[in-house]
C-alpha cells in the first residue's frame, strides 16, 4: 500500500514562490508522481509530472517556465518548485502515484493519491 504525504503549502503574495513536497511511504519504485490541482469550483487539472524512470517531466502549459518538479529517490520525496505565483494558481494541490512510469497528465489514471495542502496566492 502506497501512502502520499504532501507539505508546505500555504498563503502567499503574488509573485512569491513556494514549494511543496509529497513524500510516500510503501514500495514506489518504478512509480510516476504528478502534481494536479483543484480550484474552488473548478474541476481537477493536471500541473506536472516525472517519470521515475528517467526523471523527465512534464508540464502544463498555464505553468510551465514557472514551476519545477524534481524527485529524491532516496527520500521518497518529490517536490513542486512553484515560481511567480498568481491567483490563479490558488488551489488545493495533490500529489498522485502511478505504476505505470509515463508521466501521465490524465488523473484517472493515477492509482494513490494525498490529502491536498492549500495554496492560496493574495494579488
Known amino acids: 500500500q502506497v501512502q502520499l504525504v504532501e507539505s508546505g503549502g500555504g498563503l502567499v503574495r503574488a509573485g512569491d514562490s513556494l514549494t511543496l513536497s509529497c513524500t510516500a511511504s510503501?514500495?514506489?519504485?518504478?512509480?510516476?508522481t504528478g502534481w494536479f490541482r483543484q480550484a474552488p469550483g473548478k474541476g481537477r487539472e493536471f500541473v506536472a509530472s516525472i517519470r521515475w524512470s528517467d526523471s523527465r517531466t512534464y508540464y502544463a502549459t498555464s505553468v510551465q517556465g514557472r514551476f519545477t518538479i524534481t524527485r529524491d529517490n532516496a527520500k521518497n520525496t518529490v517536490y513542486l518548485q512553484m515560481n511567480s505565483l498568481n491567483s490563479e494558481d490558488t488551489a488545493v494541490y495533490y500529489c498522485a502515484a502511478v505504476t505505470i512510469d509515463s508521466g501521465s497528465s490524465a488523473s484517472a489514471e493515477y492509482e494513490y493519491w494525498g490529502q491536498g495542502t492549500q495554496v492560496t496566492v493574495s494579488s
Open positions: 510503501g514500495h514506489t519504485a518504478g512509480y510516476a
